[in-house]
């Protein structure tokens, strides 16, 4: 399996960006497909973006079309998730994932980071 461990979360104001990396260790990381999920307190944890091993193939959530770019740097074992036009509902615990196979539910993902924290107010 692979460990990963998010990064980048914080608070912003709506309407501004952050970036959130996710970095991996522990094999080969540019055999996984990456996945960014998010959890809001009270609410289940759903998928926001996929990316494919490669990066040549990337899925997003409705919600975030258009907003937020998934990206991956195999050199650095690293994912990103870039996240422009931010609102209040984006507020959530935003995690990072590792499977073999492009996927959109949680299930589907056999390895998975800690968390990292992002919230959206003024």
């Known amino acids: 399996q692979v460990q990963l461990v998010e990064s980048g979360g914080g608070l912003v104001q709506p309407g501004g960006s952050l970036r959130l990396s996710c970095a991996a260790s522990?094999?080969?990381?540019?055999?996984?497909?990456m996945g960014w999920f998010r959890q809001a307190p009270g609410k289940e944890r759903e998928f926001v973006a996929s990316i494919s091993c490669s990066g040549g193939s990337t899925y997003y959530a409705d919600f975030v079309k258009g907003r937020f770019t998934i990206s991956r740097d195999n050199a650095k074992n690293t994912v990103y998730l870039q996240m422009n036009s931010l609102k209040p509902e984006d507020t959530a615990v935003y995690y990072c994932?590792?499977?073999?196979?492009?996927?959109?539910?949680?299930?589907?993902?056999?390895?998975w980071g800690q968390g990292s924290q992002v919230t959206v107010s003024s």
């Open positions: 994932a590792a499977t073999r196979t492009m996927a959109t539910t949680s299930e589907e993902y056999d390895s």
């Open positions: 522990g094999s080969t990381f540019s055999s996984y497909v």
